[in-house]
């Protein structure tokens, strides 16, 4: 073995060893305990960034631990490698989206091997490869057969120039990425995934989702929108239809002094069929139609509107109110219609007041509330007046006998509304799923025969850029023979949106080579749920909901027995220099290839680990990893100092305690211990990576610092050979290559990954003492120490003794006195 710790030749060797040993390859197997770690496969962009290797390797810390534990662990990885990109390059450069993606993940899978994370490379699950996509068709024929997969027109950008439908990314600032000119709305026929059956499951599945971050389930919340709220019927003069609209504030009806209809609400050409000014409505519309349909919904927009002359009826008070048309109404939300009541909705009273419109206040504050304010909508809760027989009563007490009313008479119902919408999957691009169904002039919309699938994507596209979809200009994918009634007729050219392939990928790493299922239900019932989810919360929302929605439906299909797929979802917190996320287009990106050159791969990764807790923003300075470059080099050289007590053969286990000459052997020992328990927890149970390492660290100061008494007697020296090897040990999930170099010197019949976690002796890792907290009241008023599981009647004595407690405390008796062992005294009076 040489002298100084060649880093690069050493992480080679062992990444070759890894590899040929297949070290990482696992099975199903019901008689062990799993734990299957996944994190959120990439992009293959063509380079690893630096949130990828925190998120790889914090995953991979988690797995090699569990593993070392005992557990069965699956670790997989895979590429999330259809998309709009490798379609951009192809435009912009010539190079086939194909072989631009190809060639992206041979280079990133190199770096991944490079930074040595443990995965199961026979496991890798590629999406623009057939043998996965074809089950993104199996699983959207099922979704088709059930109706969950159905068409409707809705609305899309469109580049007039390019003659071309644009994503939103290349829509940005409503002008096109390519050509410049301002985007416009066009409607057309679009697939959708009915997740709206899910909505309410989706929220109630939160309950099982209680070790997610709170804020991610509250993002999830606020998604799905849910408001509960009264559908109610206004009467159209001249009209057989009515006017139904949806509020969650039916109490302020009394107030309502006109209806708001949506541009596109589908009434609206009969209300203006008979109008004078007809033209001019529509051409309004149109207008306002055109605007960027994204960006209506804003509270930023100016509020526009036009009075459509009609008029509708109040059912509650028999009052006739005009009908308007305005911007800020959304067809997508509720029914596309509202009730507007100015002095109870901020919105409604800025339209009100813009175009001369009544303001009536039907709420009054509650005593001692604010008295309504000029210029602001009173919004709360409050008693009702002017509002008929409900004059009088609360507002809680009013929207309840209102919806009794409304049912009773038939003009309304309590009812619920969710913000969630249909997820439209339809992407008129090349590089995604072809959607699997022919359209027949004669027997509509046909799917493809199970038997037919994959229906590839076609190698003989053209990427320009404009007219439209490559996949509609190749003759020989679109051109096809109707399956029913064998009829020429059209392949559907749109194809899926990517958050389909990646809403159950992790199922198919479970049964990789699968060829007659998207995946087997022994594999599922295994392995599933995932144990620990690891990746950054920018998917908190859509890739989390989808998967959990797939899920759900792959549960109705038979396919598991499972509801929520990942129980536990770590968000890793973002990596940033200079104050500001790395990025490419904020120029302040440090390449993980040249850390790796400069320091190496454990060097980096435990770096990374130890700058901060997984969930928190990690802040990229270089000094951390020298530092942590040098550490590794001192752990490396300390077995170079010590290596004759290998050579010695000195037993592992020391002798005796009564032995110990110096108490410093029994403390380190203890400090050992201590050390094992604390970096188990912290990575098993806490994912506190962080303190793990500064543990691993403290210790090895500990003994580098005592290292001349340690060696100077027997026990001494053979507590040292298992100290220096159970930090082996322990840095095993984190610096992986150092941890197999030093042992097989030490002479280690197995690998690291394959040896088990050291064992913590319980007696040796007890506090001798514990702070427990005095509270009067519930309120912490003071601490005191005392000696490890003190009984309860001296912590109450103990406390009652205080003086700062007994100046609280004074003559009165006090009623109950509350001790929690090792913790607390809560004296109640
Ligand atoms: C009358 C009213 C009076 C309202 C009042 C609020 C306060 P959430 O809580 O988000 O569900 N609304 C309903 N559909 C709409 C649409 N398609 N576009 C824009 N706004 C719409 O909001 C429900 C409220 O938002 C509804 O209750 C309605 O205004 C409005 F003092 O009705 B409300
Ligand atoms: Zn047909």
């Known amino acids: 073995m040489e002298e100084s710790y060649n880093f690069q030749k050493v992480e080679l060797k062992w990444q070759k060893i890894w590899e040929e040993k297949r070290a990482f390859q696992v099975q199903t197997d019901p008689s062990r305990k799993k734990f299957y770690c996944l994190e959120m496969f990439p992009y293959p962009s063509g ?21 070392m534990k005992g557990r069965n662990v699956l670790h997989p990885i895979g590429w999330d490698a259809l998309g709009l990109p490798a379609e951009n390059a192809a435009i912009q450069h010539g190079i086939h989206p194909r072989t631009w993606t190809l060639d992206n993940i041979a280079h990133m899978k190199s770096q991944l091997r490079r930074l040595g994370i443990a995965y199961d490379w026979s496991r890798e699950v590629t999406t623009c490869l057939p043998d996965y996509y074809r089950w993104n068709q199996w699983i959207f024929l099922r979704m088709f057969e059930r109706g969950l997969a159905f068409r409707r027109k809705s609305w899309v950008n469109w580049c007039p120039q390019c003659r071309t439908v644009l994503a939103n990314e290349q829509a940005q600032a409503g002008s096109c990425w390519r050509c410049d000119s301002s985007v416009e709305q066009k409607q057309n026929e679009h697939w959708f995934l009915k997740i709206t059956d899910y909505a309410e499951e989706l929220l109630s599945g939160h309950d099982q989702l209680g070790k997610w971050p709170e804020h991610v389930l509250l ?12 559908r109610v019927h206004f009467p159209v003069p001249g009209e057989q239809a009515a006017l139904e609209v949806f509020t969650t504030r039916v109490d302020t009806i009394f107030g309502a002094t006109f209806l708001v209809i949506s541009p596109e609400h589908p009434l609206l050409p009969r209300l203006l069929a008979a109008s004078p000014r007809r033209d001019e409505i529509e051409r309004w519309v149109e207008r306002i139609i055109h605007q960027a349909h994204a960006r209506r919904d804003l509270a930023e927009v100016e509020k526009e509107g036009i009075d459509t002359g009609r008029r509708a009826i109040n059912p509650y008070s028999g009052e006739e109110i005009p009908i308007w048309i305005a911007n800020y109404v959304l067809m997508e939300y509720g029914t596309g219609a509202i009730m507007a009541v100015p002095a109870h909705d901020q919105r409604d009273y800025e339209f009100a007041t813009k175009y001369g419109l009544p303001v009536r206040t039907v709420i009054l504050p509650d005593d001692g509330e604010a008295p309504v304010s000029e210029g602001q909508a009173f919004e709360s809760y409050g008693r009702l007046t002017a509002s008929g027989s409900f004059s009088g009563m609360r507002s809680t007490e009013a929207q309840a006998s ?7 008479k038939g003009f309304g119902r309590a009812s619920v509304t969710y913000r969630l919408r249909d997820w439209g999957i339809s992407r008129q691009r090349y590089w995604g799923t072809p959607i699997p169904i022919i359209h027949c002039g004669v027997c509509g919309l046909v799917p493809v025969p199970d038997a037919d699938l994959p229906v590839e994507i076609p190698q003989d596209a053209a990427f320009t850029g404009t007219e439209g979809s490559p996949l509609e200009k190749s003759e020989s994918f679109v051109r096809v023979a109707c399956p029913k009634c064998g009829r020429p007729a059209r392949r559907e050219t749109d194809t899926m949106d990517t ?41 908190a929302i859509l890739h989390l909901i989808y998967a959990r929605f797939f899920t759900k439906v792959l549960r109705d299909l038979g396919l598991t027995g499972l509801d929520e797929p990942f129980p536990h979802y770590l968000a890793q917190g973002m990596v940033t220099k200079d104050g500001s996320a790395m990025s490419k287009s904020r120029g302040n990106v440090v390449d993980p290839d040249r850390m790796i050159a400069d320091y190496g791969a454990d060097a980096l990764r435990l770096f990374i680990l130890f700058a901060s807790p997984p969930d928190k923003e990690f802040a990229w300075n270089e000094d951390g990893v020298e530092g942590c470059f040098r550490f590794l080099g001192r752990i490396w050289q300390m077995f170079q100092e010590n290596k004759d007590l290998w050579a010695e053969g000195a037993p592992g286990a020391g002798p005796a305690a009564s032995a110990e000459a110096d108490p410093r052997v029994s403390a380190a020992r203890k400090k050992m211990h201590q050390t094992i328990k604390k970096v188990g927890e912290d990575i098993g149970q806490r994912y506190h990576l962080n303190t793990a390492v500064s543990s691993i660290m403290e210790f090895s100061n500990l003994l580098r610092r005592d290292r001349d008494v340690l060696r100077a007697s027997g026990p001494g020296r ?21 941890a197999e170099e030093l042992g097989q010197a030490m002479g280690r019949p197995a690998l690291i990954v394959h040896s088990s976690w050291p064992e913590c002796d319980p007696a040796l890792t007890r506090e001798e003492s514990v702070t427990i907290v005095v509270q009067v009241n519930g309120k912490v008023r003071d601490r005191f120490d005392v000696p490890l599981d003190t009984p309860d009647s001296s912590l109450q004595e103990d406390a009652l003794r205080l003086p700062r407690i007994r100046e609280l405390v004074g003559d009165r008796p006090a009623k109950q006195v509350i001790c929690v062992k090792n913790k607390l005294v809560n004296i109640v009076i």
């Open 402 to 408: 209102m919806n009794v009313l409304a049912e009773a």
């Open 718 to 738: 053979s507590l040292l050979k298992e100290a220096l090897e159970t930090i082996v040990l322990l840095l095993g999930p984190f610096a992986p290559h150092l």
């Open 47 to 67: 380079r690893i960034h630096m949130g990828h290797v925190r998120n790889y390797s914090i995953g991979d810390v988690i797995s090699r631990y569990q593993a």
């Open 219 to 230: 993002m999830q919340k606020n998604w799905i929108g849910r408001s509960e709220g009264t």
């Open 499 to 539: 958050f389909f392939d990646s809403a159950w990928y992790y199922f198919r790493y479970l049964s990789p080579g699968q060829t007659s299922r998207p995946f087997d239900r022994r594999d599922s019932d295994y392995w599933m749920p995932v144990d620990l989810y690891i990746g950054g919360v920018e998917h």
